[in-house]
């Protein structure tokens, strides 16, 4: 398992010289458990920038460990699984030791980044030293979709350059591709920014993999932003047809093509590619998370459509078990939202409001998700709203709520959040309630034909029409 370093002789790429400063700088602050993620396609530059890292200044006296996880070869000796990974490391890496792992991209198969995001609190507690994964860009991705609460730990993500092996212009490092989760918790500005540095990059990107995973990133934010049609021409005419022999990168792209359908009211296509397309490619590869995932939006269409029994069927008995099995907490959050959304549907409003304030927010206040929790806030004051306590609904939804997605720049939560405002104002018709209540809706309107949301578009011009005609 543990490989010698190599020598400090050769010179690192020109381009490299500003990432590893910057990776210096971190690992002399933070001390203590730090979980790194770096990014450098080319094994010798590798091996050249952990040599360079080892004479760093600021560094002396640090232990500095090398990991091979590769499992091939005459040497091989990588560790079976996570918890043998963690023994180890817990009985060899001391306080403040800086830990080089490599070679972990054959290593990191879907089980065992599901197993590193189980045993992350233990991992933290029992090894006081930073970790540096060394990785390429798919596997990262990888990383950040299957173990988003170790994601969410990371201390830094800094991308190297390889020599001979990129396409793009000398002296222009590439971007790693951010996760969906990343791309929620953007404001807009950095949002705005970021498509601006996507467009840019990709006229020059070569590369499959990297193209790949920035034109997903691309199409996650012109979601958010609210421009769907160019989000749908990203997915069907460009990501799709490099992926005709991916059948895992397929299924993803097609789960982010029936989001959009789903939210548009396209019910019956965003159905058929969730239960043709999306679960038999999940099930093939058995990626049981994956499948867990499209079954619950499964349960939503089912949920849209009022057959509430066997949505409930689906979260908590297909869904459900395998979250707790994986000790995926925030996608157990999510289906626990799920279930309390049938609930307040049939009335069981007390039992929707206890998982939403202790079984839902606390996991998105500890994991640091603004959005989910100005999501479930927002579910919170429905159900106030129901039982008529329209002044608590009405602060929730203006000081906790809407504030967060403006600040995202997330234009469908938005538009959905200032017609709920609208409604509560109406219920309670306080003086000047009617005249902020047409201001939020006739804003909501325009997001809404703007996105060609048909279901959205027709239940504000209702609400409109009641304001014109109270009768």
Known sequence: MIAPLPPASAAI???????????????????????????CPAPRERDRLIARLEGEPGLTGRPMLRVDLAEYGLSAAAPADVPSLEAWLHAEAGADAIVHLVNGDGWLKPDRIAELNLHRNALAAQVPASLLWWLPEATVTELARGAPDVWSWRSGVVAFEGAGEVSEPIGVSPPVARSWLEVWGMSREEKDARLAELEQVLAHIKRAELRRDLLLELADILVVVGRLDEALQVLRQQLLPMLSDDESGRALVQ??????????????????????????????LGD??????????????????????????????????????????????VTQGQIADILMARGELDEALRIRTEEELPVYEKLGDVRSKAVTQGKIADIL???????????????????????????????????????????????????????????????????????????????????????
């Open 288 to 333: 049981v998370r994956s499948k867990a995932v499209t079954q619950g939006k499964i349960a939503d269409i089912l949920m849209a459509r009022g057959e509430l029994d066997e949505a409930l069927r689906i979260l908590t008995e297909e869904q459900l078990p395998v979250y707790e099995k994986l000790g995926d907490v925030r996608e157990k959050a």
């Open 385 to 471: 709203m129901a039982r008529g306590q329209l002044d608590e609904a009405l602060r929730i939804q203006t000081e906790e709520e809407l504030p967060v997605y403006e600040k995202l720049g997330d234009v469908r939560f938005m538009l959905v959040a200032r017609a709920n405002i609208g409604i509560t104002l109406l219920k309670r018709n306080a003086p000047g309630d009617r005249a902020e209540a047409r201001r939020l809706f006739a804003l909501a309107l325009a997001d809404a034909r703007r996105l060609k949301l048909p279901g959205e578009i027709a239940a504000i011009e209702a609400w409109l029409k009641r304001l014109d005609d109270p009768a």
């Open 255 to 284: 789960a982010r093509v029936a989001d959009i359908l789903q939210f548009r009211g396209e019910l019956d296509e965003a159905l058929r590619i969730r239960t043709e397309e999306q679960l038999p490619a999940f099930e093939k």
């Open 13 to 39: 790429l020109p381009a490299n010289e500003a990432g590893l400063a910057r990776l210096a700088r971190l690992l002399a602050v933070k001390k203590g458990f730090q979980f790194y993620v770096l990014v």
